[in-house]
């Protein structure tokens, strides 16, 4: 048809498209002038198609998601100019965001399942779990639930893993390679100091030991260097990632382990939950006693490992939020 015969939009769809161009100046000039056009394109046909099946209000119903899309988009593309490392809000960096930020979670998690393994590891050697059930129950809950996040972790990560290592390999991209010697160059450096402290003995082994200062060093040196070890190793892997140019697809496949690891997590966290209020209400002397490492506070203790789990799963469940998001397109008006 000629461009002439064409019928001229409604007048609801021409103000709303004008009113979103201009609106577009609130991004980057660089980014106007890359994207601009074909953005405007892709909001008229939009608006067309709302003004078709809904007519006026149709097309009106448009006008709070494309001044937040908007807005969004112009604190994103801000922050990249200054924040070059956050450059991008693609479906694959979403994605990838999400799933380093999952992992991580994860990771912090793990940290607070190893002080409630510790802090239960007493009571569930004595005969407290054969007279209350509830405590071995929600203490294997907690067992079954790492294995399950453990193996939905290798599930989802392995294959990017993998993958990040062929593009590394490929392009001779030997700064992702070095990253990747980060995780077992620090398991052999904690491995080393547990070695020392134990063959050696440091600050003591005995109960007239357990509360001296050397004692609390080496314990508190030892802690160190395991939490230095798994930061260091998480954050190099994550980086290696984020250095890495990772097809879209593979990432995508890290969903469903993702939401199992998500789900585990958040069963692991009422089971801990539970055997925390059993022990008080089964065991209150042990509860308000001293169970803890070096015999400190068992209710601090408590309070410290579900605190860090409740964070951790929220903050799982919104990265794996952000990334169903992500899943379902970069945009609400595609």
């Not at 103000?15 to 980014?31: C, D, G, N, S």
């Not at 958040?266 to 055997?275: D, E, P, S, T």
């Not at 070096?294 to 951790?312: E, K, P, R, W």
Request: net charge positive; charged share 10%.
């Amino acid at each position: 048809m000629n461009a002439s015969l064409r019928p001229s939009p409604p007048r609801i769809v021409a103000l709303t498209v004008w009113a979103y161009q201009r609106l577009l100046v609130l991004h980057p000039p660089a980014f106007r002038r890359a994207y601009g056009p074909s953005i405007v394109q892709v909001f008229r046909a939009t608006c067309v198609a709302a003004y078709r099946q809904r007519g006026t209000r149709g097309v009106v119903a448009l006008w709070g998601a494309a001044l937040g899309d908007v807005a969004r988009g112009a604190v994103a593309e801000y922050a990249a100019l200054i924040f070059p490392s956050l450059k991008g809000y693609s479906t694959m960096q979403i994605a990838r965001r999400s799933a380093s930020v999952l992992f991580g979670a994860y990771i912090a998690f793990v940290l607070a399942g190893m002080g409630f393994a510790k802090l239960s590891e007493g009571v569930m050697q004595s005969s407290l779990p054969t007279a209350y059930p509830i405590l071995a129950i929600a203490y294997d809950a907690v067992l079954v639930g790492s294995v399950v996040s453990l193996l939905a972790i290798l599930v989802g990560g392995l294959p990017v893993a993998f993958a990040v290592l062929r593009f590394a390999w490929a392009n001779g991209r030997r700064d992702i390679l070095l990253r990747f010697a980060v995780p077992p160059v620090a398991l052999l450096v904690i491995a080393a100091t547990l070695w020392v402290v134990t063959m050696r003995h440091l600050g003591g082994n005995t109960a007239a030991t357990i509360h001296t200062l050397p004692r609390v060093l080496t314990i508190g040196g030892l802690i160190a260097v395991f939490l230095a070890g798994a930061i260091l190793s998480t954050a190099a892997m994550l980086d290696a990632i984020a250095r890495s140019d990772i097809g879209e697809p593979m990432l995508r496949r890290t969903f469903a382990p993702g939401l199992v690891v998500t789900i585990t997590m958040g069963v692991m966290l009422l089971a801990a939950a539970v055997w925390s209020i059993g022990l008080w209400r089964t065991a209150p002397a042990l509860f308000w006693g001293n169970e803890g490492l070096l015999a400190t506070s068992t209710v601090v203790g408590v309070a410290l490992y579900l605190m860090l789990m409740v964070g951790t799963t929220v903050v799982a469940a919104r990265a794996l939020a952000r990334g169903t998001a992500a899943r379902q397109g970069t945009s609400r008006l595609a």
